[in-house]
């Protein structure tokens, strides 16, 4: 589950009249607003299965990208997470625009490579989904 911040290409479904090389749809900041699992059970901000809070992805117009989550320690503390990469323009078409975000791992000596698509629901709803069919939602912050 949690490769998929690491390292990822994903398809965000623009309609290609409406989104311009420089106005990319995905550029801002994302807030996670709750997860699918490949099984069908929703993790939503409450749940106690909720592993990432917190969660927010920042596209930057500069292809530069910002991954910032806590997660809960054994020991009852809570360890604030930042990784950071960038994304680039792979491929145009009808269906919209392919992107590759290549995350850099900062603080951690692990090292994950996983192949998602992010698909834009609406101008402020994104979902990611994993090859397995893990899904996150996220909102624009």
């Known amino acids: 589950m949690r490769g998929f911040i690491y390292s990822f290409s994903f398809l965000a479904c623009i309609a290609a009249s409406s989104c311009?090389?420089?106005s990319h749809k995905i550029i801002g900041r994302w807030t996670k607003v709750k997860e699918v699992l490949a099984n069908g059970s929703v993790i939503d901000?409450?749940?106690p299965y909720n592993y990432y809070k917190n969660y927010t992805v920042d596209f930057r117009s500069d292809n530069k990208v910002y991954i910032s989550f806590d997660t809960d320690q054994s020991s009852g503390?809570?360890?604030q997470n930042e990784d950071q990469g960038e994304w680039r323009?792979?491929?145009s078409d009808s269906a919209g625009f392919l992107y590759n975000l290549t995350v850099r791992i900062t603080d951690r000596n692990e090292s994950r490579e996983t192949v998602n698509q992010i698909k834009t629901l609406s101008d402020n709803e994104l979902v990611l989904v994993s090859k397995d069919g893990?899904?996150?939602?996220?909102?624009?912050k």
């Open 45 to 47: 901000q409450n749940s």
């Open 89 to 91: 323009l792979e491929k």
């Open 77 to 79: 503390t809570t360890k």
């Open 20 to 22: 311009g090389s420089e």
């Open 134 to 140: 893990h899904m996150v939602y996220f909102t624009r």
